[in-house]
């Protein structure tokens, strides 16, 4: 059974940072792509951030060069740095693996990051 964990989430105040963590079990994250997502309220779910399974990675525009994707393969476990962080990044942040070859996609639960100004 495939689970995925998200945590590092909060309030922090603009120009701050946050990590956020995702841990796998049930599934190889280095042998996937990973990525990262968030939700906005009254926004559609955009992908922020990915990392092939050839450790490749990619971001949308809003986020390049504050954003940084991750992974740890000894820990199963990618991770999501963000800095200089705005208002706009508030969002519930998602993980996601898509199994490479099939498309398949399992989801975390979510976790909450907020902004202040």
């Known amino acids: 059974q495939v689970q995925l964990v998200e945590f590092g989430g909060g309030l922090v105040q603009a120009g701050g940072s946050l990590r956020l963590s995702c841990a796998a079990s049930g599934i190889i994250l280095s042998s996937n792509i990973v990525g990262w997502y968030r939700q906005a309220p009254g926004k559609q779910r955009e992908l922020v951030a990915s990392?092939?399974?050839?450790?490749?990675?990619s971001y949308v525009n809003s986020v390049k060069g504050r954003f940084t994707i991750s992974r740890e393969n000894a820990k199963n476990m990618v991770y999501l740095q963000m800095n200089s962080l705005k208002p706009g990044d508030t969002a519930v942040y998602y993980c996601n693996v898509e199994v490479v070859g099939t498309g398949f996609k399992y989801w975390g639960q979510g976790t909450q990051v907020t902004v202040s100004s």
């Open positions: 990392i092939s399974n050839f450790g490749s990675t």
